[in-house]
């Protein structure tokens, strides 16, 4: 079955960019299926959606992040990765990737989903 | 953009009762855009219910969905040890795609 594994820095600096890398197993990031999305869960809130990739290339983000967030996908390698510029304690979450899964007449959710990884935004 | 709030915020039962969680939108939604998930700690959340109504592959009969409109419920019909956890509904929309509600927190009584 499908899996997916979130990997990257537990820790970065106030101000700087993180990048976080999705790797994708059992199933391939160029199906047109399939959103690749990001989706961050601050401590003791709810999830918050950042954005997706398509596998012709084509992003959608969250407005609230827009101007700081980029998504891009790696096909040879089957991963696709998030980076998220100016980073304040704010950005503080555990990020999960996710697999948006659609067809042109219906939504079937948010089906797989990595374990997630904790990013913590300190000096 | 849709908001989606739940209620209540949390609830206490005991196990072989009855849930019955609420997820109300700002606005009406197609159900075919109301799903559902459910988050033990330290877990991902884990699709439930999609398209307001449909199972997610592998998850017992005893959840299931309903409503339209700007109402919809998540029912579990007789509670399980395992199925305590936050529950979140989320809203497939244009932009954002993605939205979730705050959740409802299911305990143990």
């Known amino acids: 079955q499908v899996q997916l594994q979130e990997s990257g820095p537990g820790l970065v600096k106030p101000s700087e960019t993180l990048s976080l890398t999705c790797t994708v197993s059992?199933?391939?990031?160029?199906?047109?299926?399939?959103?690749w999305s990001w989706i961050r869960q601050p401590p003791g809130k709810g999830p918050e959606w950042i954005g997706y990739?398509?596998?012709?290339?084509?992003?959608n983000y969250n407005p609230s992040l827009k101007s700081r967030v980029s998504i891009s996908l790696h096909t040879s390698e089957n991963q696709f990765s998030l980076t998220l510029s100016s980073v304040t304690a704010a950005d503080t979450a555990v990020y999960y990737c996710a697999r948006d899964s659609f067809s042109m007449i219906a939504n079937y959710g948010l089906d797989v989903w990595g374990q997630g990884t904790t990013v913590t935004v300190s000096s | 953009e849709i908001v989606l709030t739940q209620s209540p915020g949390t609830l206490s039962l005991s196990p072989g009762e009855r849930a019955t969680l609420s997820c109300r939108a700002s606005?009406?939604?197609?159900?075919?855009?109301l799903a559902w998930y459910q988050q033990k700690p330290g877990q991902a959340p884990r699709l439930l219910i999609y398209?307001?109504?449909s199972r997610a592959t592998g998850i017992p009969d005893r959840f299931s969905g309903s409503g339209s409109g700007t109402d919809f419920t998540l029912t579990i019909s007789r509670l399980a040890p395992e199925d305590f956890a936050v529950f979140y509904c989320q809203h497939f929309g244009s932009s954002p795609r993605i939205t979730f509600g705050q959740g409802t927190r299911l305990e143990i009584k």
């Open positions: 990739i398509y596998y012709n290339g084509n992003t």
């Open positions: 398209g307001a109504s």
């Open positions: 059992g199933g391939s990031v160029s199906s047109g299926s399939y959103f």
């Open positions: 606005q009406s939604v197609s159900g075919s855009q």
